[in-house]
């Protein structure tokens, strides 16, 4: 694992230089592809999936901050999760640009930062800076924003050793200079990218809708979108109906908007908070996850939204975050985890 981290960084420091003509858009615009149920052929892994993300992935929030939740070392983080997303890297003076500093706050030297992100590499877990937050001003909206956002997060990835990036932004997003932007950090680090995605639920209602549009222009390269099923208030499902979140159909309605409208059931996920503390609304049981999971991947556990198709390959769960999951005794891990691991 380390030498294959070593010859990414030095891809990534020979493509740092005229990135933006490697870039190129996404071409013929949206693509909607029809999943299998359980009783369909075997789907082959998804384009964007790679070795060092299971098929069945569990994604956690690690915070660079003390906000009242358990303050954690990367080390720290429990084995359960395969993806840790570093929240957050922050905007800087020039539009698109972000750079990432520790909190000094928490007593975490960047050296042992470095350390513990490689052993959680070498463990097969992912580390992937994330970019936004609910309070993240990143505005990507032109070829040169674009370039300057994809050149950091590369340099980034150089520096810490990251092997991605995850689109947390909450204040707006051009499809059109995110994905040049996400095609060009894929053309720097190569086909062992991971890219995951934060969107709020509104955010994906609909194919048209930018964040949703982006998902779909990397589709080849996207590793998961985990949307953000709380903080919402009531939304609708894909057939129409509307739901109030903290439900199970509140979970399996939005994501089948996903699931049927473009993306493989391996760039799902289902984002939920950690503890009632973790979100201002929208926090369910841990149990009610692993309902949703079994109600989307068997057809089992459901309310009284029941989906026309199940969806075995879909990828998991993403929680909000691992230092409020630590606050609470780790319940939600504890509960998800094995769940996730052990989906169809």
Known sequence: MARARTRRNRRIRKRLVGIAGAVSLAAGGLV?????????????????????????????????????????????????YDIVAVAFADA??????????????????????????????????????SVGGERGAVSVNDAASADA???????????????????DLENGLDSTYMTQALEAIHAGAGDGLVVTMAPQTIDMQSPDNEYFKTALNIKDFLTVVNMQYYNSGSMLGCDG??????????????????????????????????????????????????????????????????????????????????????????AWSDTVGPHVDGLP
């Open 32 to 80: 909607f592809a029809v999943t299998e149920g359980a009783a369909g052929p075997e789907r082959p892994p998804a384009a964007g999936s790679t070795a060092a993300v299971p098929a069945h992935a569990v994604t956690g929030y690690w915070q660079n901050f003390d906000n009242g939740a358990t303050v954690q070392t990367i080390a720290d983080v429990p084995e359960a």
């Open 241 to 330: 109906q509307v739901y109030a979140q903290g439900t199970v159909d509140f979970l399996t309605a939005l994501a089948c908007i996903q699931l049927e409208n473009g993306l493989d059931p391996s760039q799902v996920g289902l984002g939920t908070p950690a503890s009632p503390q973790a979100a201002g609304g929208g926090y369910v049981d841990p149990g009610v996850v692993t309902d949703a999971l079994d109600c989307l991947t068997r057809g089992t556990g459901c309310g009284s939204f029941q989906p026309e198709r199940t969806y075995p390959g879909l990828r998991g769960a993403m929680t909000w975050s691992t230092n409020w999951d630590a606050s609470n005794g780790n």
């Open 92 to 129: 800087t003076g020039t539009p698109g640009q972000v750079d990432f500093t520790l909190d000094p706050a928490l007593d975490y030297t960047e050296d042992a930062f470095k350390a513990d992100i490689a052993a959680k590499q070498e463990s097969g877990k992912s580390v992937v800076v």
């Open 149 to 167: 956002f994809a050149t950091s997060i590369l340099g980034l990835m150089e520096e810490y050793g990251f092997d991605g990036v995850d689109i």
